[in-house]
């Protein structure tokens, strides 16, 4: 590992690094990275001892192994489309109203967004940018919304666009608002996903976007999953089908998140 270097990262992006070596070696030396990332032993103590805290992995002497409870596989995109249906139809129909017309949208990948596609106001005028193939082909009947799609490689297991060219069409794009896939949220650990590979196209939706808005079912709330989006406070507004009780949502609204629990 040392003869490979990972230098000029941010610390996020070094992190994801170390959890994408830690998920394919098993466990990890803490002087090996310092020499691959070429960055001091205190930053790499740091990172694995935030991780750790995170529920990312197991800090041990000299370096880090896998958390004790590792994550389960994630469903296929097909698996997934039966998932919490009511759920997530609720949350779209507590969105829908909130539409205007002439708003330029991110749509990110995932099922919920699916059908926010698919029951996206065929009166009113939109302009998509998504990653999301099953997005895009939603809106192919859509009369007064154009639908931009990135090139790049089809990632299977989220459904999604990702590589350098979504990249560079997202990150030259200002829109109104991002609706963000949520594939886990606490208030300690943010946003979270299960795919690495997903990570870099959702942090730059958010981060061009005016506002950003989440939709999560109840499973997802108080979720910690390996790869970190961004904190959870980048949220404008997170709908959820969760119980006004549940011990993940106050937290949350404590960081200045607009919470509204949608009932189902």
Same mark, same amino acid.
């Not at 003869?3 to 070094?14: I, N, P, Q, S």
């Given at each position: 590992?040392?003869?490979?270097?990972?230098?000029? @990262?941010? $610390?996020?992006?070094?992190?994801?690094?170390i959890a994408e070596l830690l998920a394919t070696q098993g466990k990890l030396k803490a002087q090996a990275l310092v020499e691959r990332f070429g960055v001091s032993e205190?930053? +790499?103590?740091?990172?694995?001892?935030?991780?750790?805290?995170?529920? @990312?992995?197991?800090?041990?002497h000299g370096g880090a192994l896998p958390a004790a409870a590792p994550v389960a596989p994630r469903p296929s995109w097909r698996e997934r489309?039966?998932?919490?249906?009511?759920?997530?139809?609720?949350?779209?129909? $507590? =969105?829908?109203?909130t539409f205007r017309g002439g708003e330029l949208l991110f749509i990110d990948s995932g099922t919920t967004n699916g059908l926010l596609a698919r029951r996206l106001?065929?009166? =009113?005028?939109?302009?998509?940018?998504?990653t999301s193939p099953e997005?895009?082909?939603? =809106?192919?009947?859509?009369?007064?919304?154009?639908?931009? =799609?990135?090139?790049?490689? @089809?990632?299977?297991?989220? $459904?999604?666009?990702?590589?350098p060219e979504a990249l560079k069409l997202i990150e030259g794009v200002q829109a109104d608002l991002c609706i963000l896939g949520?594939?886990? +949220?606490?208030?300690?650990?943010?946003?979270?996903?299960?795919?690495?590979?997903?990570?870099?196209?959702?942090q730059a939706m958010v981060e061009h976007a005016a506002q950003t808005i989440g939709l999560a079912t109840t499973a997802k709330l108080g979720v910690r999953l390996p790869y970190?989006? $961004?904190p959870a406070a980048k949220l404008t507004r997170l709908l959820t089908?969760?119980?006004?009780?549940?011990?993940?949502?106050?937290?949350?609204?404590?960081?200045g998140i607009d919470v509204a629990c949608v009932g189902v």
């Open positions: 590992m040392a003869k490979t270097r990972d230098t000029d @990262l941010l $610390a996020d992006e070094r992190r994801q690094r205190d930053t +790499i103590r740091r990172d694995l001892t935030e991780m750790a805290e995170q529920g @990312l992995l197991r800090r041990v489309l039966s998932v919490d249906e009511q759920e997530k139809a609720a949350l779209v129909d $507590a =969105l829908l109203p106001p065929r009166t =009113l005028p939109f302009t998509v940018i998504t997005v895009a082909l939603a =809106l192919c009947d859509h009369p007064a919304c154009e639908v931009i =799609l990135p090139g790049g490689r @089809l990632h299977q297991a989220s $459904a999604s666009l990702c590589g949520v594939c886990g +949220i606490s208030a300690g650990a943010g946003i979270s996903c299960q795919e690495f590979e997903e990570v870099a196209a959702k970190r989006v $961004a089908t969760a119980e006004q009780d549940h011990k993940a949502l106050a937290p949350l609204a404590r960081l």
